[in-house]
């Protein structure tokens, strides 16, 4: 099973259908999220938490499987957290995340991804990453756009701060990188491939996924390409001759490579092996 630190795709599908349920699990995705939030009407919500229960007990699949719950303070969540906790999971995904929020969770017996899509959230994104019960973080930008008037350009600027921040954050917290916000449109393949470039470039490494066509360009662009592993061999051989050589430094391809481009080399390694264990 794909464990949640190398977790590319998170495929959201709603709580109460049991068919998408069942077929998301089969779906590529490194994690499947059952939703109890938004996706999930009112009075749909305890026949969900049911067979969402049901289809997770008679599931055998590889992919990690999270249930997102409503938020604190809401009037489901009480139920919802009692639900979850009968539940072998991957994770608890908590929307509107905040120190407060996560303090009220309490453990809920999985680990804890806690969505920033709010102000208040994005601000206290680094008190929300050192709970001890949160192991990622991950960007919720309509929320937040509607909180904050902002509106959605082509070439992401508008949440170019929000996903620093919580790459920051959650470094500095010393958890697992976040993911990124979902892509709304479920056909663009080509756009979807573009802001997964994008966020990767920014220091994220997943995405939400609200579509099982999604899976496979997310878990591809956030996987390293063969020719960054084939580079990042290099540079490791190169370094471990000149180490041997006395040498602190070594030039590649025209290239430094000294111990910062080294360490950034192993992390490639480290990713590619990941993500070759999660597909």
Same mark, same amino acid.
């Given at each position: 099973?794909?464990?949640?630190? #190398? ?17 998301? %699990? ?29 289809? %997770? ?5 590889? #992919? ?16 919802? $957290? ?14 509107? #995340? ?23 959230? $994005? ?20 929320? %937040? ?5 902002? +509106? ?83 540079? %490791? ?25 080294? +360490? ?16």
């Amino acid at each position: 099973m794909t464990e949640l630190a #190398s977790a590319r795709s998170l495929l959201f599908v709603p709580g109460n259908d049991e068919h998408k349920l069942e077929k998301a %699990l089969g779906a590529g995705a490194d994690a499947v999220v059952a939703d109890l939030e938004d996706a999930v009407p009112a009075p749909e919500k305890p026949a969900a938490r049911e067979i969402v229960a049901a289809v %997770l007990a008679d599931a055998e699949t590889p #992919s990690l499987v999270a249930v997102r719950i409503n938020g604190v303070g809401t009037p489901f969540w009480e139920d919802d $957290v009692r639900a979850v906790a009968g539940l072998e999971l991957g994770a608890v995904m908590l929307p509107k #995340s905040s120190p407060d929020s996560v303090a009220a969770l309490g453990d809920p017996g999985a680990p804890v991804i806690a969505i920033a899509e709010t102000a208040l959230g $994005v601000k206290r994104a680094y008190e929300t990453a050192s709970s001890p019960h949160v192991a990622a973080l991950m960007l919720g930008a309509v929320d %937040l756009g509607l909180e904050l008037g902002i +509106e959605p350009r082509t070439d992401g600027q508008e949440v170019l701060f929000a996903r620093s921040q919580l790459v920051l954050d959650s470094a500095a917290a010393g958890i697992r990188a976040p993911f990124d916000q979902v892509y709304l449109a479920t056909r663009d393949e080509e756009g979807l491939e573009s802001e997964c470039r994008l966020a990767r470039s920014l220091g994220l490494r997943g995405k939400g996924c609200i579509h099982p066509a999604q899976v496979e360009v997310v878990n591809r662009v956030f996987s390293p390409r063969a020719d960054e592993v084939e580079r990042a061999r290099r540079v %490791l051989e190169a370094y471990e001759q000149a180490a041997e050589e006395g040498r602190g430094a070594v030039r590649l391809d025209g290239e430094m490579v000294d111990l910062p481009v080294v +360490e950034r080399a192993k992390q490639i390694l480290a990713e590619a092996e990941r993500s070759a264990h999660g597909n």
